[in-house]
């Protein structure tokens, strides 16, 4: 039998022997990009990759997400190694889709090859028969959320009920036999060394909001008219002067969009709609900061004489790191990059889906320090593709072995000592609690 370090430098080997094709895979997917549920060439290429490597899989799952299973040489626990399937949508990058504006302005194009590069790294020869249990390899849709409008059709029209991949994953079931889980995100903050780990992120909600008025010429006769896009402008003010009612340690986030503004130059605008997330560090916080966004946006209706649809939908929730889970990872991180080049990292304010998870499983969600540029803008570049896709990947693969090696102690251990903050059925209902629907009329 191999001892753990063995295993770990058969798998380091393997991703190496295979570096440059995974790497390859992740550009591919920077030259395609595509945006949540819509990702069809994304999933076709992983699993044409899955298909190639002998790993069965299945597809389809929250309309593009797919998942592949290696089986361990005994029973066990399963851990997830997952990367996420879509892209931002940004002006001006440089790999935009010229006709969508879709953009890899986050880095999950490398995800894709970390967690191919996890499943090469196990696959080598001798590996998987020493671990018990099994490794759950998850292409996951439309982490960013984006494109609300667009995505609650597709709820309206019964294609999914949650507007982000994981929570769809955790609806379908496709997780239920999910016992830990983990993944890796590219980042750009080059003081975070070159592998940050730990920490919070925030939770937000999702609002869909339309402003009704009344269309009228808008040189001719203006005073007939109910201008709907003033109704948007005095929420939004009102949305900015509630600013200094927030408490700094709720690390309140509200960003609206305006995402139609009328139809035509001449016409007084009769239907504006709207976007905006309200982010905040706890799910109490985030709530409560909804409420008196609901409130500006009556407001705003109601001094034109308006009115306003206000559709709140449920978000992500706030991420919290297993720490057990984290000293395994980050003593390997440490092994690959040095133990100078590590961070911890306390809170952020962006948001992720991966924050479900990590309310009814065990998770760990580090990064690769592999990009330059700002997080989401159009000078964000991976620069660093061995770090960004084949260590990141090694990472994994290792923190794997140490979970499932000998008789998966450490994982039934991490396991055994998780409090989850609620199951499945009480996170359903949360999430499902927070969808509603409410017109307001003068």
């Known amino acids: 039998m191999s001892t753990i370090d063995e295993l770990k430098a058969s798998v380091q080997a393997e991703i190496d022997r295979h570096g440059d094709d995974l790497i390859g895979v992740a550009k591919a997917v920077l030259d395609n990009p595509e945006t949540g549920f819509r990702e069809e060439k994304t999933s076709r290429l992983v699993g044409e990759k899955f298909a190639q490597l002998g790993i069965p899989y299945q597809g389809r799952i929250a309309i593009t997400g797919l998942k592949g299973v290696l089986d361990g040489g005994s029973a066990g626990p399963t851990v997830a190694v997952m990367g996420e399937l879509d892209s931002l949508k940004v002006l001006g990058h440089p790999h935009a889709d010229p006709d969508t504006d879709a953009a890899h302005a986050c880095g999950h194009h490398c995800q894709i090859g970390m967690m191919l590069g996890a499943a090469v790294g196990l696959m080598a020869p001798g590996v998987l028969e020493n671990l018990a249990g099994r490794v759950a390899l998850i292409a996951v849709p439309a982490e960013e959320y984006i494109e609300i409008e667009y995505r609650d059709d597709l709820r309206r029209e019964g294609k999914l009920e949650f507007l982000g991949g994981k929570p769809e994953f955790i609806r379908t079931g496709a997780l239920d036999d999910v016992d830990i889980a983990m993944m890796t995100h590219t980042s750009s903050n080059s003081d975070e060394g070159k592998i940050a780990f730990g920490g919070t992120n925030n939770g937000l909600v999702a609002k869909r909001i339309q402003f009704t008025g009344r269309a009228a010429h808008a040189g001719g006769a203006p005073h007939t008219g109910i201008n709907a896009l003033n109704a948007a402008m005095i929420a ?43 982010r905040g560090k ?46 395994l990872y980050s003593a390997n991180a440490a092994k690959l990059v040095g133990e100078d080049s590590l961070t911890r990292l306390e809170h952020r304010t962006g948001s992720t889906d991966m924050g479900d998870l990590s309310h009814i499983m065990p998770v760990i969600h580090p990064y690769v320090v592999a990009a330059t540029g700002s997080g989401h803008g159009n000078d964000y570049i991976v620069e660093d593709y061995e770090l960004g896709v084949l260590t990141g990947a090694k990472a994994m693969a290792m923190t794997v072995i140490d979970l499932l090696a000998a008789g998966a102690t450490k994982a039934q251990e991490i396991k055994a000592a998780y409090n989850a903050p609620m199951t499945k059925a009480q996170y359903l209902s949360l999430m499902r609690g927070m969808l509603r629907e409410r017109t307001y009329t003068e």
């Open 282 to 327: 706890t799910v109490e916080a985030f709530q409560s900061a909804g409420e008196k966004v609901d409130r500006a946006l009556r407001a705003g209706a109601m001094a034109v004489g308006g009115s306003v649809t206000i559709t709140t939908l449920a978000g992500y929730l706030p991420l919290r790191s297993d720490d057990k889970m984290l000293g």
């Open 236 to 278: 939004l003010s009102a949305i900015h002067a509630q600013r200094e009612t927030y408490r700094d340690q709720d690390t309140i986030r509200i960003h609206p969009i305006i995402t139609q503004g009328g139809v035509s130059v001449n016409s007084v605008p009769a239907d504006v709609r709207m976007e905006t997330f309200v």
